[in-house]
T-cell receptor
């Protein structure tokens, strides 16, 4: 069965303090791994798609990487506006499965 | 470009009733997916429609159904509501080029908050 596990569940950072979020997955026939950001009371906002191991994508302070078993979302010098829940999802042959998310809080 | 719209935004129903939720995708997007989000289970995939055909279905009972119209608008129906159906129901659309993954550049609507009493 396809599975997605995100860690940590919650992360508190000081503004400017870089860190990484982890997404471990098992999937049959990976078609894509996706990162989304979700703010309270809103639908998820698409960030990145990664298709194969070794691939990297960047957008502003965010950088996503992918291996055969996990993905990392690196946040460099975060700002308070980066506070949100970050969701990882995998799409395989059978299904699209989301992780429980990492709730990120960045304090000024 | 207008985003994904969902109506209604909030809904209160009682057990045993049925409910229909509506989703209008971004213009030109052919794939529409529905998800259920709860604090306990997180985001779970319900089903996906493409060109009026259900292409994929998650692990939900038959009380959950949907359809897509020729203009790509989609509706989701839940019959015989149960307390556990209380959730945020999210619709998402994507352009989905041939052979592409539906999660790629998938845009979500704001959701419909359903409360079952």
């Amino acid at each position: 069965e396809d599975q997605v596990t995100q860690s940590p569940e919650a992360l508190r950072l000081q503004e400017g303090e870089s860190s990484s979020l982890n997404c471990s997955y098992t999937v049959s026939g990976l078609r894509g791994l996706f990162w989304y950001r979700q703010d309270p009371g809103k639908g998820p906002e698409f960030l990145f798609t990664l298709y194969s191991a070794g691939e990297e994508k960047e957008k502003e302070r965010l950088k996503a990487t992918l291996t055969k078993k996990e993905s990392f979302l690196h946040i460099t010098a975060p700002k308070p506006e980066d506070s949100a829940t970050y969701l990882c999802a995998v799409e395989g042959d059978n299904d699209m499965r989301f992780g429980a998310g990492t709730r990120l809080t960045v304090k000024p | 470009k207008a985003g994904v719209t969902q109506t209604p935004r909030y809904l209160i129903k009682t057990r045993g009733q049925q409910v229909t939720l509506s989703c209008s995708p971004i213009s030109g997007h052919r794939s529409v997916s529905w998800y259920q989000q709860t604090p306990g289970q997180g985001l779970q995939f319900l089903f996906e429609y493409f060109s009026e055909t259900q292409r994929n279905k998650g692990n939900f009972p038959g009380r959950f159904s949907g359809r897509q119209f020729s203009n790509s608008r989609s509706e989701m129906n839940v019959s015989t509501l149960e307390l556990g159906d209380s959730a945020l129901y999210l619709c998402a659309s994507s352009f989905l080029p041939h052979g592409g993954a539906r999660g790629d550049t998938q845009y979500f609507g704001p959701g419909t908050r359903l409360t079952v009493l």
